[in-house]
């Protein structure tokens, strides 16, 4: 009798740990295409997505709210409640770049006689991705990678991350993580860690560390978390120039201890 006991009370603390385990459920949906400006032309629109989406392993009311933030921040970046339906979000979004492009792309066309110029090879691609669980303090990010080209010297790209709450599958802010008046200590501690990380490559460029950004690294609402600490991300023009392409910097844990709430 006392076997079986243990037996069963290994059981149970084996199903519960897997309970406790247990990972986020999520699918992915993909699309890619080429829309000619005019019939027969050579130039047109090229866009892509492949946008991953919760599909279960939380609440149900969890995963919709989550989905529909991404619905909102990622897709069609609108303020609007858009549903939580992901795969008809891109479809959207799909269907407004091809009119756009057609309705924008053909009015210049007309400065242009008809000419099939290269300027008007628009591309247009959302790449969104869930990162790791961070199952230890509930937190879950989302990254999207966005880039569009519209005819200039060169396109545009960004990195957008998301931290959710997976208990309520509300946005995580900077506000919900530090206790009142991170602020003025987390920018200078962002300062701090971007001159060391970065000071190699200032060197190489030849320039001053102080030139080497437009202005300090700041806390943007922009940022990851993982099992080294809080990453943030300043995309091309946020803090210095197109060429050095997205800027991240991480503080640890052990860095960020004194202002974890």
């Known amino acids: 009798m006392k076997r079986y006991l243990l037996i069963l009370a290994a059981v149970l603390a084996a199903l519960l740990l897997a309970g406790c385990n247990r990972g986020i459920q999520t699918s992915t949906t993909s699309h890619e295409g080429f829309t000619p400006l005019s019939d027969g032309s050579k130039v047109g629109y090229t866009y892509s997505y492949s946008m991953e989406y919760l599909t279960g392993g939380l609440p149900q009311e969890v995963v919709d709210r989550i989905n529909a933030a991404i619905i909102r921040r990622d897709i069609l970046f609108t303020e609007e409640d858009s549903g939580s339906d992901v795969r008809d979000a891109c479809r959207q979004w799909e269907e407004s770049g091809i009119a756009g492009y057609l309705s924008d792309a053909g009015e210049m066309m007309d400065e242009f006689d008809g000419e099939d110029s290269y300027m008007f090879n628009w591309e247009s691609g959302i790449d969104g991705s869930f990162l790791p669980f961070d199952k230890a303090r ?26 959710f709450d997976t208990a309520t599958g509300a946005v995580v802010t ?41 202005s300090a690294p700041y806390p943007n609402g922009n940022f990851s978390v993982g099992k080294e600490g809080i990453t943030w991300y300043f995309n091309p023009y946020d803090i210095a120039p197109y060429a050095l392409g997205v800027i991240d910097v991480t503080l640890s844990w052990s860095q960020l201890e004194s202002l974890l709430k």
């Open 138 to 163: 509930g937190l879950l990010t989302y990254c999207c990678n966005a880039n569009d080209y519209m005819g200039g010297a060169h396109g545009m790209y960004a990195e957008n991350y998301t931290v």
């Open 174 to 214: 900077e506000d919900d993580l530090f206790r009142e008046g991170w602020e003025e200590t987390l920018g200078g501690m962002l300062e701090d860690q971007a001159m060391e990380d970065y000071a190699e490559e200032a060197d190489a460029a030849g320039v001053e560390m102080d030139d080497f950004f437009f």
